[in-house]
């Protein structure tokens, strides 16, 4: 889940950048992507991150999972 915030007071990201009067971004993820695994201590993973450090990891981001026709469909099918 995303969740636009508005820092009005110094806030800090998961990358330890302080934000202050500006766009900030709250994930809530209810289990982890690489393993599968539901977190142990809480109901869910939180990060924050900036407006620009969203942009380059949208822009650098490595998926193709949308990109699948009879050509390059690994099955063959």
């Known amino acids: 889940m995303e969740v636009k915030h508005f820092a009005w007071l110094p806030k ?3 990358s330890g950048k302080l934000v202050w009067l500006s766009t900030y971004y709250e994930y809530k993820n209810l289990y982890d992507s690489s393993t599968g695994r539901p977190p142990i201590g809480s109901l869910y993973f939180t990060w924050t991150e900036t407006v620009k450090e969203k942009t380059w990891r949208l822009l650098t981001q490595q998926h ?7 050509w390059n469909n690994p099955k063959g099918n």
């Open 64 to 70: 193709i999972d949308n990109n699948r026709n009879i």
């Open 12 to 14: 800090k990201v998961t």
